[in-house]
């Protein structure tokens, strides 16, 4: 199946419209009440992009014992079965379970039915809602979800636990598109803006995706100027774009920080090499702490910045760094690094300094 983007705008979805498209086309009519008749289950729809093998296949539904803890490695087989032995479930977690079984059959309007009713009676317990987002990602209605989802977090929003409580666990089960989704939802309270805004600028940058996550550490500028992490973010991604006066831009309001990326005097460096601001990089190279002076990246910045700033400059003070360096990489040469250690590397170097 291909996703689509799981924060993209859906254009005129209404609730109405994911009944009407999970279809109404019936081989026979059979209707299976529960205590009350509060939910029908019907014969299984014809589904879309055959999202009925999504729905059977996916492992992320949560069954229930009967202490309302998670059933482990739950058994999904006999489906047929095991929903007829639930026909007159009344307790929490077999109504719970009906509706996950119910769901891996494709009766969506009767298992939603179920876990929303479950969600009134029991507003504190996360499973119904957790179960119910996972129908509704798994049939791409990421509208509807981040609707439920504000309503649990209104529901909740004096109880940061239980907002904690639920991001916490879909980070912990690798359900991350689902996790954006309640971040992308939680971004617009203030008491959560900053924290879900970085979380979903490195949710982007993890996935390599730089121009999505840009705007969204950006938007935290705009909150507060010196969020060391958007700051830090914003220096890494106009460093893979090689855009080198923005690195020096997001670089000059970290200086300060005593917490540094990793890498952040390598990328400075390497932005005032580029730019032709030779001297520059030297410094920002001798300011470097001792960790990252034995990156062989790091090193190579250094050594050349020297160089392009006065070809007969000593390397000395790199050769030391450089054996640490040689120790973990063992296939390190000297000679290779060391240009100027032989006429030939004199050569090179004076032609590349030239612009030959």
């Given at each position: 199946m291909k996703k689509i983007n799981i924060l993209n705008d859906v254009a005129n979805m209404h609730y109405s419209q994911f009944n009407n498209w999970i279809g109404v086309i019936f081989l026979f009519s059979v209707f299976l009440f529960f205590s009350g008749c509060f939910s029908i289950f019907r014969p299984t729809p014809v589904l879309e992009e055959d999202k009925s093998e999504i729905l059977r296949a996916d492992n992320q539904f949560i069954l229930l014992k009967e202490n309302l803890s998670p059933v482990e490695n739950p058994d999904f087989t006999s489906l047929d079965k095991k929903v007829k032995s639930l026909q007159g479930a009344k307790s929490f977690h077999e109504l719970n379970n009906l509706a996950v079984y119910g769901v891996k059959l494709s009766y969506i309007e009767s298992s939603e039915g179920i876990l929303r009713k479950l969600q009134k009676e029991k507003p504190q317990e996360m499973t119904p809602y957790l179960n119910l987002l996972r129908i509704y990602y798994l049939l791409d209605e990421y509208e509807i979800a981040k609707k439920m989802l504000n309503d649990y977090y209104k529901l909740h929003s004096g109880d940061k636990k239980k907002v904690f409580e639920f991001m916490k666990y879909l980070k912990s089960s690798n359900r991350a598109e689902e996790h954006v989704l309640f971040l992308d939802v939680i971004s617009n309270y203030q008491e959560y803006e900053i924290q879900a805004l970085e979380e979903l600028g490195l949710y982007f940058i993890s996935i390599r995706d730089l121009e999505l996550a840009k705007p969204y550490f950006e938007?935290?500028?705009?909150?507060?100027?010196?969020?060391?992490?958007?700051?830090?973010?914003?220096?890494?991604?106009?460093?893979?774009?090689?855009?080198?006066?923005?690195?020096?831009?997001?670089?000059?309001?970290?200086?300060?920080?005593?917490?540094?990326?990793?890498?952040?005097?390598?990328?400075?460096?390497?932005?005032?090499?580029e730019l032709g601001e030779y001297l520059l990089?030297?410094?920002?190279?001798?300011?470097?702490?001792?960790?990252?002076?034995?990156?062989?990246?790091?090193?190579?910045?250094?050594?050349?910045?020297?160089?392009?700033?006065?070809?007969?400059?000593?390397?000395?003070?790199?050769?030391?760094?450089?054996?640490?360096?040689?120790?973990?990489?063992?296939?390190?040469r000297e000679e290779e690094f060391f240009l100027v250690s032989t006429k030939e590397g004199k050569r090179i170097l004076s032609n590349i300094t030239n612009g030959y």
């Open positions: 938007k935290i500028l705009t909150i507060y100027a010196y969020n060391p992490v958007a700051l830090h973010s914003l220096m890494q991604i106009h460093y893979i774009n090689e855009s080198w006066a923005d690195v020096i831009t997001y670089a000059i309001p970290l200086k300060k920080e005593k917490v540094k990326d990793k890498n952040y005097y390598t990328m400075l460096a390497k932005a005032h090499f990089a030297v410094k920002a190279s001798e300011e470097a702490p001792e960790a990252e002076k034995i990156s062989v990246d790091f090193l190579t910045v250094w050594r050349d910045a020297i160089l392009c700033n006065d070809i007969r400059g000593s390397l000395t003070p790199l050769n030391r760094y450089f054996q640490v360096a040689k120790k973990k990489i063992p296939s390190l």
